[in-house]
């Protein structure tokens, strides 16, 4: 069975720091591109980053998750991390990361959340003092 746990999300203060991890189960990360979405209330859900299958794992961000955020993977602990700084009120949002085999889209990297065919149930973030 094919799946992505997100854990680490919370409430923080503005300025905070959270480090959200996905666990991913029953395939391959290193066969996968990754990404990292949120949807606020009220809102579309939107990009924040995506992580590529390469050996480094570059990383493209979308407009949302430059500047603070940083995408990380560990193929060898099957998992991938969003690094989040100097939070804002704004981010507060459901954080959800997401696959897609590189094989069924033959791209490094994508921050359409149409390209994802697997998601994580999201993990709550909330800014606020």
């Known amino acids: 069975q094919l799946q992505l746990v997100e854990s680490g999300g919370g409430l923080v203060q503005p300025g905070g720091s959270l480090r959200l991890s996905c666990v991913v189960s029953?395939?391959?990360?290193?066969?996968?591109?990754m990404g990292w979405f949120r949807q606020a209330p009220g809102k579309e859900r939107e990009g924040v980053l995506c992580i590529s299958n390469d050996s480094g794992g570059s990383t493209t961000y979308a407009p949302s998750g430059k500047g603070r955020f940083t995408g990380s993977r560990d193929n060898a602990q099957n998992t991938v991390y969003l690094q989040m700084n100097n939070l804002k009120p704004e981010d507060t949002a459901v954080y959800y990361c997401?696959?897609?085999?590189?094989?069924?889209?033959?791209?490094?990297?994508?921050?359409?959340?149409?390209?994802?065919?697997?998601w994580g149930q999201g993990t709550q973030v909330t800014v606020s003092s």
């Open positions: 029953g395939f391959s990360l290193d066969s996968y591109v």
């Open positions: 997401a696959a897609v085999e590189w094989i069924t889209v033959q791209v490094p990297c994508i921050v359409s959340s149409l390209g994802y065919d697997l």
